[in-house]
């Protein structure tokens, strides 16, 4: 046999094994899909799981204790009621003019509650420290404010200082009224609840602006990261 006739032969070998080689193929490329689907499934199942080792399920009453947020129709308050005398009275009984000052005004130690009826001019006004953001007789949460409701949710949700959440229903309503009617919005006599403090007519309710719609790879804010 010559050189030849042995390469034709070998080739010819190698050609019918062909066909079983890749049958072998052929069955373990299932086997593997097969696998890389369960090892995905299980990942995706190991992140959803709530067994990570860590933490626990918060109940029912833990979310409701947390989604306090008050939007400005109001339909989340909760029952209760306040008059400005009683703020006055709960905001020197809960300490308040520790960081705002007697008369609302802490000469920039902290955000001014109460706008000054004859504030000094600015050129012979002392220069304060003034937190940021900085709140001054311009634009106290009173006047600044487009919606009452944006009161009651701050102080519900942030005072006092180091006790927030504390107060109750009826101190937030009486300190919001009490802010309320030191800024010449309300009456001292007006009752403020969850039907009443909506309705308010803040000054600043038609001269406010919502921000520009985000857009997804943008800042949220201009100049800021």
Not at 40 to 67: F, H, L, M, N
Not at 207 to 212: C, G, K, M, T, V
Request: net charge positive; aromatic share 6%.
């Amino acid at each position: 046999m010559g050189l030849r006739s042995v390469v034709k032969a070998r080739h010819i070998g190698r050609r019918k094994r062909l066909p079983h080689l890749n049958g072998r193929r052929q069955d373990r490329l299932p086997r593997l899909v097969i696998l890389t689907a369960f090892v995905g499934i299980c990942q995706i199942g190991w992140t959803q799981s709530p067994t990570y080792g860590v933490g626990r399920t918060p109940t029912a009453e833990e979310i409701r204790a947390w989604d306090i947020s008050i939007s400005p129709t109001g339909k989340e308050l909760p029952p209760g009621h306040g008059t400005a005398k009683e703020g006055a009275a709960l905001y020197a009984r809960k300490g308040c003019a520790g960081c705002h000052g007697a008369s609302g005004y802490s000469a920039g130690h902290a955000p001014t509650l109460i706008r000054r009826k004859d504030p000094p001019p600015a050129a012979s006004a002392p220069p304060v420290l003034c937190l940021a953001p900085c709140v001054n007789d311009s634009n106290t949460m009173a006047i600044h404010s487009p919606f009452a409701t944006i009161i009651w949710d701050y102080i519900n949700r942030g005072m006092p200082l180091g006790k927030e959440g504390t107060l109750t229903p009826d101190e937030v309503y009486a300190l919001t009224a009490f802010l309320l009617y030191k800024n010449d919005v309300i009456r001292e006599d007006e009752v403020m609840d969850a039907q009443s403090l909506p309705k308010v007519k803040m000054p600043n309710r038609d001269r406010f602006a919502l921000p520009e719609p985000w857009k997804h790879g943008t800042s949220r804010l201009q100049g800021y990261p």
